[in-house]
Each structure stands twice: as C-alpha cells, then as structure tokens.
C-alpha cells in the first residue's frame, strides 16, 4: 500500500463537513450574513486546492509504476500545470484509464463502475451534509435551486475517453427541414413528419448538451477559483456590467453545484483509483 493511497481514499465532501460542524455555534441569524462570504470561499479554495494534490499524487502513483510515465510526467509533455484547469484533471483521468488498461487490456469502464451511482451518490451526499446548515440558510434561494432543480444529466460525465462531454458547437446545430406546400402528396407529408421528429429529437439532445454540460459549467467554477485564490478583483470597483446582471440567475456562481461537481470528480478519481490499485495488485499476482 502506497503512502499516498490514506489520501487519495479521502473523500472531498469531509471538508463540508468539517465547515458545517465549525460554524454550528455561530447560528443563522442576521448578524452571521457578513461572514457567510467569507466561509463559502474558504471551502471552495480548500476543495479545489484538495483536489489539486489529489491529482498530482495520482499522477505520481501512475509514474511511480510505469517508467514511460514517469518520463512524460516529468518532461512536462501533459502540461498539467497545477492540476486545476479541466485539460489536467482530463489528462490524468485518461492517463488513469490507460494505466488500468496496462494491467487488464479487456477492461471497459462501463463493466467495472455504476456512473448512475456515483452520480447519484455525489449528489445526494452533498445535500445531505448542507441540509439545515448555516451554509445551506445563508443563500436559501440558490440552495433551493441546488435541492430542485435539474442543472446535469448522467450522460455529460465519466465516458469512455474523456471526463465530462464536450459542449456542442454551432456548427453542430441540427438544421430543420425544410417545410412542404400544404398539397404535397400523403407520403411526402408522412416523410416530413418523421424529419420532423428526429430534427426535434437531436435538437433536444443539442441543447441539453449545452444546458446541463459540466465542461461549461466547471469553465466557470475554475475562473472563480482564480478569482478567489488571486484576489484578482481587490483592484477593481464592484460595478458589474448590466448584461452580466441580466443573465444573473440562480445558477449563476452557486457555490453548492460548485460542491456537487468538485465531489463528483473526486468520486471518479476515488473509484478508478481503487480499481488501479486492484488491477495491479492482480497482475502482480
């Protein structure tokens, strides 16, 4: 067992709890609204700074075994910077899945792992902890949406090749067919109709692609990372442009789907990181 495997078994969601249980005796009231700020920063810095660690020990397990590894790791090929930017936590989710494949070549990521359950595991874990919290109180209206609302779909994360679903682009809008004269014959009609229902069908997919993809919305939960670790905004005014506050929703900078989708990654990385460890363990075996 390797001395970094205590660490990365650690679930993220501890460091919520650990939040939760040191702002009990504080309460929810009024007075507690100024520092609410504050605590939900705090968290996320120190989540995303977890994972951070997560990865690179991650990697160097990988490297530490597999001496072509070790030499792109070090050389700087991957460019993995500080393992906070979507294309590093890709990389080693990818790198994770061929080191697996190394050990068992017929391995297949939809065999070993429930998505439907690490998903729904992520989720519910979250809300959970912050339920009846003071960090849950502190903005009602957008925990409320977190508790609600559907922002994901299973199929935008964990594939095959790549850690969340790439967003659509516009050029792959679905184009709808052109409409008939109204007498056009009974089979071109029929022909139209089905056109019709598989343009609708491949548009809906098109735009959940968009509504509910994680790619976009960890874009944006790592440029208020750099925000917050930096203080990137203690030189500018607070005056937001008006067209950022019109598209202001209760999505926006929600730090509990931040959580969510933090949490989710790391049950990822948790789950292929046991099947790593098992898979090596067999082939030495």
């Not at 874009?219 to 500018?236: G, I």
Request: charged residues 30%; proline residues 3%; hydrophobic residues 35%.
């Amino acid at each position: 067992m390797s001395k970094h495997d205590e660490f990365i078994l650690t679930p993220i969601f501890l460091i919520i709890s650990e939040a939760v249980t040191g702002s009990f005796g504080i309460g929810v009231g009024i007075e507690t609204f100024p520092v609410s700020e504050y605590v939900m920063q705090s968290v996320f810095i120190k989540m995303t700074g977890f994972q951070e660690q997560k990865l690179k020990c991650i990697a160097w397990e990988i490297a530490t075994n597999n001496f072509e590894y070790r030499r792109i790791l070090l050389s700087g090929k991957d460019q993995l910077g500080e393992y906070s930017t979507y294309q590093a936590k890709n990389t080693i989710y990818k790198r994770l899945i061929e080191a697996i494949k190394l050990s068992d070549e017929n391995f297949e990521l939809e065999k070993h792992l429930d998505k439907s359950k690490i998903f729904e595991d992520s989720l519910s874990r979250v809300k959970e902890i912050l339920k009846d919290t003071n960090l849950s109180q502190w903005s009602q209206r957008k925990f409320r949406h977190f508790m609600d609302s559907k922002f994901t779909e299973e199929n935008q994360f964990m594939l095959n090749d790549t850690l969340f679903r790439e967003p659509p682009n516009s050029n792959q809008m679905p184009k709808k067919p052109k409409e008939i004269p109204e007498r056009a014959s009974e089979k071109s009609k029929n022909s139209y109709l089905d056109k019709m229902k598989d343009y609708e069908a491949k548009m809906e997919s098109y735009q959940n692609n968009i509504n509910y993809n994680l790619k976009i919305k960890y874009e944006e939960l790592y440029l208020n990372r750099n925000v917050l670790a930096h203080n990137v905004k203690s030189y500018q005014k607070n005056v937001p442009a008006l067209n950022i506050l019109r598209n202001e929703n209760d999505e926006s900078r929600n730090y509990y789907i931040w959580f969510f989708i933090l949490n989710l990654i790391d049950s990822v990385f948790i789950e292929l990181y046991k099947l790593y460890v098992l898979k090596l363990e067999e082939n030495i075996l």
